[in-house]
């Protein structure tokens, strides 16, 4: 086997720039790159293998990238594009930003099936042993809920009531018994509606032992699992929920976005608060406490309501894909850092 063949990755060269350096000099430089690249030796251990100085290991590992030598390939899966994701990353202040390629059929649908599996192995990444994991209501944490294999034990709380009460064993609160059962810790479902006909009936079900209980682990989640809804049918359940006189009133309020049952301007401030006030869900203060908000939201559909979602500062990581990502990445100004967890209100 030659020496090309053995630095698979990082391969040798015999191109005119390598011929530049002597036999001698070819062979140490492809020992040295086997031995740092494919081996995981460090330049230190190199250094003392060939008797050098570790300043002349780096010197000869840097001209091996330069004379072509060596050759890095990043690789990533398929379905995963690593450059988008960065850039979205970077764009938005973000902590985590996985942007995933969906297939050309599902490029006009919300939320495709594929984003809850990506969601599903990043929480796997970002749930630590000890931790509180807060999922709200909505179809792509429903999906990433399913797709959980593996997570550390940990509490598993619900931060939203339920689209349909009659729907809830294979809904929101399915998905909370789904996690809880795949880390081994305990669950907190809430048995409710999200929506309420008022105010007064919502308080009165949140003095409720069993969903007060849950209320109690609101301030001790750490990471939060969350989805994104366009002010449209079919988009935002909470829209769908509504009457028309209703809708139309927020719409005229510049709703453009709404999640876990509170809604947002194109801006990121929230409008609205009187809905909020009707619904069993986790507080907007509360959920910028919270240091992990995962939001899972996709779609060309969904691109201008989770541009709102992220410029309100709420959200730390996003799970999305291409048609989204390229929707986010030319989205009116330049948001501020996500990360600067400020309330766009100043309340």
């Not at 350096?21 to 031995?35: D, F, I, S, T």
Request: one cysteine or more; hydrophobic letters at 45%.
């Amino acid at each position: 086997m030659n020496s090309s063949e053995e630095i698979a990755v990082p391969g040798m060269s015999a191109g005119r720039s390598a011929m530049r350096m002597g036999p001698a000099e070819l062979v140490q430089a492809a020992a040295m790159a086997r031995r740092f690249y494919l081996e995981g030796k460090s330049k230190i251990q190199i250094a003392e293998e060939f008797g050098v100085s570790r300043f002349k290991v780096a010197r000869v590992l840097e001209t091996a990238l330069e004379r072509d030598l060596v050759r890095i390939e990043i690789r990533v899966p398929a379905e995963l594009d690593a450059e988008r994701s960065d850039a979205l990353r970077a764009r938005y202040g973000l902590r985590h930003a996985v942007v995933v390629e969906s297939p050309a059929e599902a490029q006009e649908s919300p939320d495709p099936e594929n984003l809850g599996e990506v969601a599903a192995d990043l929480l796997g990444e970002l749930v630590n042993e000890g931790d509180v994991l807060g999922l709200a209501w909505g179809r792509s944490t429903i999906h990433m809920a399913a797709a959980l294999d593996r997570l550390p034990p940990c509490t598993v709380v619900q931060l939203t009531g339920v689209y349909d009460a009659g729907t809830a064993e294979r809904g929101s609160v399915e998905a909370v018994r789904r996690a809880a059962q795949v880390s081994g810790g305990d669950a907190h479902p809430i048995y409710a509606p999200m929506l309420l006909p008022d105010a007064a009936t919502a308080a009165a079900l949140r003095s409720q032992t069993g969903i007060a209980r849950a209320f109690e682990y609101f301030d001790k989640v750490t990471v939060a699992c969350v989805s994104i809804g366009s002010w449209e049918a079919g988009i935002s359940t909470v829209h769908d929920m509504l009457t028309e006189e209703e809708r139309a009133h927020y719409a005229t309020l510049g709703v453009a976005a709404e999640m876990s049952a509170h809604l947002f301007d194109a801006e990121g401030r929230r409008v609205g608060r009187d809905l909020g006030e009707r619904c069993i869900t986790v507080e907007t203060d509360r959920l910028r406490r919270i240091p992990e908000v995962v939001a899972i939201a996709g779609g060309q559909r969904k691109g201008a309501a989770i541009d709102a979602v992220l410029r309100s500062g709420l959200v730390t990581s996003l799970v999305t894909d291409t048609s989204a990502a390229d929707y986010l990445m030319t989205a009116g100004a330049t948001p501020r850092p996500a990360l600067n967890r400020e309330d766009p209100d100043g309340i």
